[in-house]
């Protein structure tokens, strides 16, 4: 069993950056595939980022790549969200997820999520 908070949401204009944190509880943390979904008003859950257990593999959706970082500390058992040159379309609820396969892409393919936590970003 794995559960997992985020922290780190908020408000902020276009442009600037936020850091999102997810700590995990369980020993097996360092064992899981972490990723990063968001949802907004309307839409369904969507792929953000994803991180394997090393932290040596990473995967990005499209609409990300190039602002977003995803990173781990096993450590800590905590994953990082680095989100920076936000628009207005990254409004939403950010959720961090853990999947006990290699890493992926695909929402089903998680097993366990955190509440989510809210990020506005206004034009």
């Known amino acids: 069993q794995v559960q997992l908070v985020e922290s780190g949401g908020g408000w902020v204009q276009a442009g600037g950056s936020l850091r999102l944190s997810c700590a995990a509880s369980?020993?097996?943390?360092?064992?899981?595939?972490m990723g990063w979904f968001r949802q907004a008003p309307g839409k369904e859950r969507e792929f953000v980022a994803a991180?394997?257990?090393?932290?040596?593999?990473?995967h990005y959706a499209d609409s990300v790549k190039g602002r977003f970082t995803i990173s781990r500390d096993n450590a800590k058992n905590t994953i990082y969200l680095q989100m920076n040159n936000l628009k207005p379309e990254d409004t939403a609820v950010y959720y961090c997820?853990?999947?006990?396969?290699?890493?992926?892409?695909?929402?089903?393919?998680?097993?366990?999520w955190g509440q989510g936590t809210q990020v506005t970003v206004s034009s």
């Open positions: 997820a853990a999947a006990s396969r290699a890493v992926t892409m695909n929402r089903s393919e998680y097993d366990y």
């Open positions: 369980g020993r097996t943390f360092s064992r899981y595939t």
């Open positions: 991180i394997s257990w090393t932290g040596g593999i990473t």
